[in-house]
């Protein structure tokens, strides 16, 4: 498998702009976590969870979410929105529920965040026969002009966003399938700010730096923010899913917990 090191001060940014992300930062179309999960409740493990964009939709589609994340500012907003979900501090290399004990693990936008060396075999591990491993991402349209002048503004994107080779370089996982799906954000002018404020690239700027670019971003949206609803912001929501190998045996030696026996009250837990 190809050597991934994420960034660990550009990961820990977020810790700093956790309420801009949580107001700002889009959902996700419910019909592409159908895709990724199915439309029949499922026990999920959602990695790198955020404040619960992905967990929202999830729940409401019926699902049983434990969401993770090695950031505890941002699971404290998720625990606010998603009160139904159980939630604990943990990183994707290290899950803390018991092997084959959930049928999808699900990630969006974060998993470019993970040494997938170590996270895919625990993926693997905490997956039923025929579990499902599934990655989704928000992505600027940028074929429409003025949304490519804001990405210029902004900077290059934080991320890689095709996780196909890192699954299938894995070996634990079958052929990977994906599919896309488009989706407009409305956007005031501060929430736009929000938005760009709370990329991980922007958030490490000096105050100098990020005031500059927040400036650009203002003179954009005076040009393009018109009417009543504001900005629209287009996005196309890439979406990847791929099944465990039959063949992939988990590791007993170690006791982990089951996401049934967690409880809705066993919410913010650092299992380390």
């Known amino acids: 498998m190809s050597a991934h090191r994420p960034d660990p001060d550009h990961a820990r940014a977020f810790d700093r702009v956790a309420d801009a992300y949580d107001r700002a930062r889009p959902s996700y179309p419910r019909e592409a976590v159908q895709w990724l999960v199915g439309s029949e409740p499922a026990q999920v493990l959602e990695l790198g969870a955020g404040t ?9 589609s019926g699902h049983r979410v434990t969401a993770t994340d090695p950031s505890e500012q941002m699971l404290r907003l998720l625990r606010a929105h998603v009160p139904g979900a159980m939630v604990a501090l943990a990183a994707a290399e290290n899950v803390p529920l018991a092997a084959r004990s959930v049928d999808a693990v699900v990630a969006g936008q974060s998993f470019h965040w993970f040494d997938h060396g170590r996270a895919l075999p625990e993926v693997a591990r905490v997956l039923r026969p025929g579990g499902v491993l599934g990655a989704v991402w928000n992505l600027r349209d940028e074929r429409i ?3 490519r002048r804001l990405g210029v503004i902004i900077g290059p994107s934080e991320q890689e966003n095709d996780p196909r080779r890192a699954i299938d370089e894995s070996g634990l996982f079958e052929t990977v399938e994906s599919s896309s799906f488009r989706f407009w954000q409305p956007l005031t002018r501060e929430s736009l700010r929000d938005l760009v404020t709370s990329r991980s690239h922007v958030a490490t700027l000096s105050d100098t730096e990020r005031g500059r670019v927040l400036a650009k ?3 954009l949206y005076d040009d393009y923010g018109r009417g009543a609803d504001g900005m629209l912001l287009p996005y196309l929501t890439h979406a990847f899913r791929a099944r465990v ?15 049934d026996d967690l409880g809705t009250d066993a919410l913010l837990i650092d299992f380390h």
């Open 245 to 259: 190998r039959p063949q992939v045996e988990a590791d007993p030696g170690t006791a982990y917990a089951d996401p």
């Open 52 to 60: 619960g964009k992905l967990t929202e939709v999830l729940t409401a």
């Open 217 to 219: 971003v203002d003179d």
């Open 145 to 147: 002009p003025w949304v």
